[in-house]
């Protein structure tokens, strides 16, 4: 589904130094692999590569990155375009700044729809919106349609998202710290919603987060880096339950020990 080969991305405005130092991982169809570091390892830098977001006047590559066999380095701006919302979504930490404040919600759900695939009439593209949000597990979901974004809890806007990225039934989500900014009983809401979505649509899913124990919970495999290199890579339990690298056992001595059990 994925292959990293050799990434490495330096960004012209620090030619001193790679955000992204020589990564390489790949993610089978419907795995789910967690991606864990410290803050400035380089994981948003190597999501947003992969997802074709990152822009490639700001950057000097190399490597490689496959989506589906398709080369996303040299992809151009159209195809990668084309891409988004159909091979790829993604889904951010902050879902207020993802989402238009002066829109309601229910027609942000239904734009990847109205972009790549604009012979959808509008009352189908509204049915197909309302399904991404039950299945995104909102209730009432045609009232929930027509609120804007700051009429809705933290929570309640991360599932608009999630729908929003799940309408067009992408084969990878991308989901970038998506829990950071909730409260912790939302968060595990939200991971056991990602978790259904992978097991019902079988989407591929690459989650980051710099929470181990979260990470431990929803992924099959997990990648730690630091200072933009891959220092440990395996199966969850694996690295959670036998870490090989200082850095991760530090990372899992950090997590307090009730939410060791998660
Ligand atoms: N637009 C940019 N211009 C210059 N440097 C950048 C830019 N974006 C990121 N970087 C640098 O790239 C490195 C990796 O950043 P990245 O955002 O990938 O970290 P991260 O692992 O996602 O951290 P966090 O956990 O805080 O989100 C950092 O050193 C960062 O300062
Ligand atoms: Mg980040």
């Known amino acids: ?24 991982f790949e993610i089978n169809d419907g795995e789910i692999l967690g991606l864990v570091g410290e803050s400035g390892s380089g994981k948003s830098v190597t999501a947003m590569t992969i997802s074709g977001l990152l822009q490639k006047s700001l950057i000097e590559f190399e490597g490689n990155v496959l989506v589906g066999g398709k080369e996303m380095l040299a992809t151009d701006r159209e195809d990668i375009h084309e891409m988004q919302g159909t091979d790829i979504a993604v889904v951010f930490q902050e879902p207020m700044t993802a989402l238009d404040p002066v829109m309601k919600v229910g027609p942000q759900v239904e734009e ?73 009983t939302t ?3 939200i991971i056991a919603l990602l978790k259904k979505i992978n097991k019902e649509q079988g989407t591929t899913i690459l989650f980051i987060s710099h929470n181990l124990a979260v990470v431990h919970a929803l992924c099959d495999k997990v990648i730690v880096m ?37």
Do not use: W
């Open 112 to 184: 990847a729809i109205r972009i790549h695939y604009p012979e959808i009439s509008a009352e189908e593209r509204k049915k197909m919106a309302l399904d991404a949000m039950k299945q995104a597990e909102l209730y009432d979901v045609e009232n929930v349609y027509e609120k804007y974004p700051h009429t809705l809890s933290g929570g309640m806007l991360q599932r608009i998202c999630i729908a929003a990225a799940i309408i067009s039934k992408p084969k990878l989500l991308i989901a970038d710290e998506p829990t950071t900014a909730l409260d912790v």
């Open 1 to 24: 589904m994925l292959e990293v080969k050799d990434l490495r991305i330096k960004f012209i405005s620090r030619p001193d130094k790679y955000a992204v130092d020589g990564v390489s």
């Open 187 to 189: 968060q595990s809401h």
């Open 226 to 262: 630091q200072r933009g290199k891959i220092v440990e890579n395996g199966s969850a339990d694996e690295v959670f339950n036998n870490p090989k690298n200082d850095y991760t056992k530090n990372l899992l001595a950090s997590i307090p020990s009730r939410d060791k059990r998660y």
